[in-house]
């Protein structure tokens, strides 16, 4: 199993990026999938996720109206777009797979649901 994380950089504040989760090694289509991030000296934090099954999406609150999650399951790559960008959001992101295929019962907002992680991609928001 691999995740591998692109698309970010520095952006301006009310700005956009889009981000890329390359996956390979299972199938993406039947497993949640998930955004998290984590600033320096903070904890590691939900952002957004995407069911297994119809393709449900999943939102921090504070990301709601700005991020969207999304996947290609013919490509096996995952999405988040984000706009709007704010100083907070600067942080390391991560993409994550969940431990169990064909699940319902993801805690989608909790870290330990997932299993593996990529090495993440940076994002800062300055101007």
């Known amino acids: 199993v691999q995740l591998v994380e692109s698309g970010g950089g520095l952006a301006q504040p009310g700005g956009s990026l889009r981000l890329s989760c390359a996956a390979s090694?299972?199938?993406?289509?039947?497993?949640?999938m998930a955004w998290f991030r984590q600033a320096p000296g903070k904890e590691r934090e939900f952002v957004a996720a995407i069911n297994w099954r119809e393709g449900g999406t999943y939102y921090a609150d504070s990301m709601k109206g700005r991020f969207t999650i999304s996947r290609d399951k013919g490509m096996s790559t995952l999405y988040l777009q984000m706009n709007n960008l704010r100083p907070e959001d600067t942080a390391r992101y991560y993409c994550?797979?969940?431990?169990?295929?064909?699940?319902?019962?993801?805690?989608?907002?909790?870290?330990?649901?997932?299993?593996?992680w990529g090495q993440g991609t940076q994002v800062t928001v300055s101007w």
């Open positions: 090694g299972f199938i993406i289509s039947i497993y949640d």
């Open positions: 994550a797979k969940s431990r169990r295929p064909n699940y319902d019962g993801t805690q989608y907002y909790s870290a330990e649901e997932y299993e593996y």
